[in-house]
């Protein structure tokens, strides 16, 4: 790459070289961080020669992914996720000689900086860890963007080695939706205590969770913890089977003081012996792959249509005549259609 | 129409003729059935030329629609559907002086012929009534296309002078999700007693809910419909707010017996009264128009995009890839975009 002779590369300088793809390939493959996170800048990078050489790697190393258990955390601000998942990646290192990476889905983030693993620190001892890699959420506007950059960030990860992947969200907006279509297993975590204490606590995320874990239930909030959890039990029974034919867990403890903790761990075993058995993790993956194609291909359509300066400033104007009941949707689609082809 | 010189026309002959838009748009707005129904045959047709008519017809309704009160209506068969909503139009019609449409969305009707409205019999009461119209669910192989003649249907109807539109669906699939974009208010009829007899509804139904009529809550069975109550209850508390404001409510009663129908019915009353107090309805029905109309201009993307024979073989041997793991779906994206455009 002619960098030193492209000034409008200068601004590169300070950032390591682009090097070529098989050397990250290389470098992933054989477990190392360091390429790992350099490999995962390029995918969350906008300038095209750096998509270009992340796509490379990334079909490199597709082959050696997919062995890991992709798990999906979430819960609202104040549950205690940064513990909970510092002290689930020490027990799995220590007890279980797991590899974990955390990754992260926060489109939020760029509004609110920091507030989800901004801070790498929140995760002090598990980031010192050799099989720990923690990488916090990617830049981006759209959670579409975001959620794609997660999901070729946990491919990366597997062919690395990890066989434990963590995916962060915090459990108020869209993001569990897109976390749900690339992990295996749904983790909520809960306060102790029912009802308007779970406002924060989108619609359809507690039937998405497979097990919910109620944090924080220390001394005096112990009972509350108990109380919340038979409401939740008993509102389980109100839910739809699962397609996994699992039925979901409601158990209770304390990431900080490190009770419940290998109980949970246990159970999310169980669970995924539970879809290996019945071939659900398969089907399942499966079905995602599907629906990442989809996805993909339908964002390039809308890319291509929407990113039109003409078609925009047509639909802003056709939009209007659509709020005022002059014209159908339908009929605005066909002229717009008619007008891009 | 050069109808007789078109023997590819000639399968029509038995069908009435097709009129110039404007004599639909006078028959429909003086509020005649005869030319309504014929609209909306004109709209669940798949041919051009009707289609064209169609499109004409509800661009000329579209500003006298709007002023209904438009209410989905699920639950699971056996729950007693017709027999709610053939007691409900009689009790609009004759204690409220309304005018009553019913319409439907089933997408599996192909499949399964009858099993939502298919049978006009099955309110016979209610179809004898001039104040009422009856319209079974459209035939139509996606959801996405049943949907829009629904919510097109809607238009004609509230055009022709319905003031109160009900959408019933089956409560079992996705249906339901395409039913709250087009409705004010979401009703769910269950039966009486919680848990395993529920597993039919699918999940997010019940948080949809505004309304719930736990119906058949007859002699024996009241005891158990009162412990669903209780039960649902206690589950609304875990559900977020939702965005208009209302907490859901759950009542209790027999169609069949007319009892709990009025006061349903006055409830949903008091429903729209709170939505257009706090503007609600203003804005949902707004998003909904600009849900429509997205949904509107992708669906014609996707149509251009994979109506395309070509693409469709690639894909084939492309999505092989991507289940192979040798292909990320955004790479398969990528090349199918290049060859289309």
């Known amino acids: 790459m002619p960098s030193a002779l492209n000034p409008s590369l200068a601004q590169f300088r300070r950032k390591p070289k682009l090097l070529p793809a098989e050397r990250y390939v290389e470098g992933i493959l054989s477990g190392d961080r360091v390429y790992l996170g350099q490999a995962i800048t390029l995918i969350e990078s906008n300038i095209s020669s750096h998509q270009s050489v992340a796509q490379t790697i990334i079909t490199a190393c597709l ?46 983030s760029q509004v609110n900086r920091g507030s989800i693993l901004g801070d790498k620190t929140r995760m002090e001892r598990l980031s010192r860890r050799e099989e720990a890699f923690i990488r916090p959420s990617p830049a981006g506007t759209t959670l579409g963007g975001v959620a794609r950059k997660t999901r070729e960030s946990i491919i990366l990860c ?58 924080k239930a220390e001394a005096e909030r112990k009972q509350l913890a108990k109380q919340a959890q038979k409401a939740y039990r008993n509102a389980i029974h109100l839910f739809a089977k699962k397609e996994s034919d699992w039925t979901a867990e409601i158990h209770l403890g304390s990431a900080l003081q490190q009770i419940g903790l290998p109980e949970i761990w246990e159970r999310i075993q169980t669970y995924f012996e539970h879809i290996q058995r019945n071939q659900f993790l398969v089907t399942h993956r499966q079905e995602q792959a599907n629906y ?38 339908f009929a605005v689609a066909e002229l717009l259609l008619k007008e891009k082809l």
Chains 1, 2 share one sequence.
């Open 63 to 108: 082959p050696h992914s997919g062995k890991s258990q992709r798990i999906g955390i979430t819960g609202t601000p104040g549950v205690g996720k940064s513990t909970f998942i510092e002290a689930s990646g020490l027990h799995l290192i220590d007890d279980h000689q797991r590899k974990v990476a955390v990754l992260a889905i926060d489109p939020s």
């Open 158 to 215: 597997e062919a690395a080695g990890y066989d434990t992947i963590l995916i962060e969200t915090v459990g108020v907006g869209q993001s569990e939706i897109a976390v749900h279509s690339m992990v295996d297993c749904f983790l909520l975590l809960l306060l102790p205590g029912a009802g308007d204490e779970l406002q924060g606590i989108k619609r359809g995320i507690v039937e998405m969770a497979d097990l919910v874990f109620i944090n």
């Open 292 to 329: 990442w194609l989809s996805e993909s291909i339908e964002d390039a359509l809308k890319q291509w249509f929407y990113g039109d300066e003409a078609i925009q400033a047509k639909l802003d104007t056709l939009r209007a005549k659509v709020m005022r009941q002059e014209l159908s949707p």
